[in-house]
């Protein structure tokens, strides 16, 4: 690891403290978890996670609604984990590269939006890459993170968990 990615992940963590991604940037986004691990020296995970607690409306109307409770029961929280690999290279003058390293979740109707995914970190790699004008030696980590978690819009999923569910 260089010299200068080694002092600003040092720098980072020391800022940190201990303290979990969702405070140190001050995300509050209900059922949403964010976590950082590190992999190797240039190499990390941010991992974006989400359970909804959704109230599901059951309209079987054939039913008693005893039964449309018991049925509920069944029903499991929608679960969505969206990891990205983030490599930084030795040259502290070439800008990180983000990949979809996985994307899973339990929910059929968001199962297509691995693709989504996909764009944002091309998007978000293509736009460091093409204008080096762009990144700079002294765009630290946690700022590095920062930008790349406003490009992702955590608040789309909140608002994908929102969407009505009929049975």
């Keep these: 690891m260089s010299t200068i990615i080694k002092r600003f992940n040092r720098q980072f963590n020391n800022q940190r403290n201990n303290i979990d991604l969702n405070n140190y940037f001050n995300i509050n986004i209900k059922n949403c978890i964010l976590k950082l691990d590190y992999i190797e020296d240039n190499n990390f995970y ?4 989400y359970e909804s607690q959704k109230e599901y409306e059951i309209s079987l109307i054939t039913l008693p609604t005893e039964i449309n409770h ?9 679960k969505v984990e969206i990891k990205f690999l983030v490599k930084y290279e030795q040259n502290p003058f070439r800008p990180s590269k983000w990949t979809l390293f996985n994307f899973s979740t339990n929910a059929r109707h968001l199962r297509n939006y691995d693709n989504y995914y996909i764009h944002i970190t091309d998007m978000r790699n293509h736009y460091y890459n093409i204008d080096s004008s762009n990144w700079s030696v ?30």
């Design 46 to 49: 941010v991992t974006v996670n």
């Design 70 to 78: 018991y049925i509920y029961e069944f029903l499991k929280p929608i």
């Design 138 to 167: 002294f765009l630290a980590i946690d700022k590095d993170i920062l930008d790349f978690l406003v490009r992702l819009n955590l608040n789309h999923v909140e608002k994908m968990f929102s969407e009505k569910i009929e049975f």
